[in-house]
Every structure is written in C-alpha cells, then in structure tokens.
C-alpha cells in the first residue's frame, strides 16, 4: 500500500473549535482524519467504524458529541463527515485522476510503450 498522508496544518491546536473541545476529543477528531484518508472516504466515516477511529480513548461517544456540537463534524445519514476536509485534501476523484497521470507517465510515457486502453495515451494520440 502506498504512503498516505493527510495534512495537519502545523497551527491547527491554535484553531478555536480544536481548544474548545478538550485533547481528547481533539485526538479523536485526528485520528478521524487519519483514518478517512486511509479510507478515501473523502472525509466520510460510518458509526460502525467509530470503534476503529476511538480505540482505547475513554467516554468516545461524549466526544464524538463534542466534535459534533462544535462543527468539527457533521452527521451525514448513518455516518459523520469532517466539516474541513476538502480545505486541504483534494476530492477521491481528482487523487484518480493523478494516480493515472502519474501511471500514464511512468508506464507509457518513459518506457515508450503507449496503451490503447489509456485514455490518456489516446488523448495524446500515442495510440
């Protein structure tokens, strides 16, 4: 699996709503972030996987109100979205559309082996 990181902005323990939520609800709504990038859920995260994000952090559902109240998250159906994930993490879809650009260059472009099954080798008129 590939290395995926989700970026932290190194001044977000100053942002409001993370002081005044606690640094527990803090460390869930963290490893929330970790955990919907890991899931390239777009920032989606269902109840049934609140177990996972909230292993061995005490009164989990208390914080996970915490988040809520203060705007951290959204309810969304049967699940939770982070309310500031497409601030600094692109949309599912443009991730695929780099991945493939970076096989296309890889893969076709350097080894000079184009392929008709590439939309971007066709594009291109490699093929």
Same mark, same amino acid.
């Given at each position: 699996?590939?290395? %995926?990181?989700?970026?932290?902005?190194?001044?977000?323990?100053?942002?409001?709503?993370?002081?005044?939520?606690?640094?527990?609800?803090?460390?869930?709504?963290? *490893?929330?972030?970790?955990?919907?990038?890991?899931?390239?859920?777009?920032?989606?995260?269902?109840?049934?996987?609140?177990?996972?994000?909230?292993?061995?952090?005490?009164?989990?559902?208390?914080?996970?109100?915490?988040?809520?109240?203060?705007? %951290?998250?959204? *309810?969304?159906?049967?699940?939770?979205?982070?309310?500031?994930?497409?601030? *600094?993490?692109?949309?599912?879809?443009?991730?695929?559309?780099?991945?493939?650009?970076?096989?296309?260059?890889?893969?076709?472009?350097?080894? *000079?082996?184009?392929?008709?099954?590439?939309?971007?080798?066709?594009?291109?008129?490699?093929?």
């Amino acid at each position: 699996m590939a290395n %995926l990181f989700v970026p932290l902005d190194v001044n977000y323990a100053e942002d409001d709503k993370i002081i005044a939520v606690g640094p527990m609800a803090e460390l869930l709504y963290v *490893r929330a972030l970790a955990f919907a990038k890991r899931a390239r859920s777009n920032g989606h995260f269902s109840d049934s996987q609140l177990p996972i994000i909230a292993a061995r952090i005490p009164r989990a559902r208390t914080l996970v109100e915490r988040n809520l109240d203060i705007g %951290l998250w959204e *309810r969304n159906g049967s699940g939770l979205y982070i309310s500031a994930w497409h601030k *600094r993490n692109a949309p599912l879809e443009e991730l695929a559309d780099t991945g493939a650009a970076g096989a296309h260059k890889r893969w076709h472009l350097k080894r *000079r082996q184009p392929n008709p099954e590439c939309p971007l080798c066709v594009a291109e008129g490699l093929v």
